[in-house]
């Protein structure tokens, strides 16, 4: 069973997401608290992070660059779920290097369906 972290700041999304992809061969933790993301991942070594773009108390970016500094979960695949898809966003999202993004617009079943694929490649 892949283990999945969800990092976002909106309930709605964020429980339509564990819902839906627990629901769906995978195990899933959420978290919202900012300063669990470092601890969390530690101790929970997931197969993958789904990750909040735009977060309160530090963007995702940020986020991915202090998971990076942790050398045991340096190297967990991190997905930016975003709502933006200005070029600029899309850049700078980029520039980190991440596994992928997607659009929070996008069907649940169309994420499901990119991070099978996802896992599939892995």
Known sequence: LMHILII?????FRREMKDFLENSLYHVTAL???DRIVPKALSLRPDLI???LEMPECDGIQTLKMLRSEGKIAEIPVIFLTGRVDQQSVERIMSVKPAGYMLKTMRTVDIKKNIDSFF???
């Open 120 to 122: 599939v490649r892995k």
């Open 32 to 34: 919202t608290e900012f």
């Open 50 to 52: 789904l990750l909040d």
């Open 8 to 12: 976002e700041d909106d309930p709605l």
